[in-house]
């Protein structure tokens, strides 16, 4: 990926994921299932030939920018986002916290 072709995210509700393109060509994904209050982060996928290029990123970004602007709480099960949510503490306020369960 040359640095004058931005990554370029976009969600595509009825695939449920995230694409990542770079100069038109698809460069990764980010597969998620919603409810109306929650989203789910599963799996990143990124092609071969853009790997360590910063598509992961993007697509982690974009999908936490959109929780937030949404006001939807986030679910991680995908490894690598949660590897970069560990160094981007700053959206961690978006994970779903079950409430605790009262005892008698």
């Not at 595509?12 to 460069?27: C, F, I, M, T």
């Not at 929650?38 to 790997?51: C, F, G, N, Q, S």
């Amino acid at each position: 990926m040359s640095g004058d072709s931005p990554v370029t995210v976009t969600d595509d509700p009825q695939a449920r994921r995230y694409e990542a393109r770079v100069a038109g060509s698809l460069a990764g994904v980010l597969a998620y299932m919603r409810t109306p209050d929650l989203i789910a982060l599963v799996h990143t996928e990124v092609d071969e030939a853009y790997e360590g290029q910063g598509v992961g990123s993007a697509l982690a970004r974009a999908a936490l920018d959109e929780a937030r602007e949404q006001s939807t709480r986030v679910v991680v099960i995908c490894p690598f986002v949660e590897r970069w949510l560990t160094r981007h503490p700053e959206y961690g306020d978006l994970r779903y916290e079950p409430a605790s369960k009262v005892t008698d």
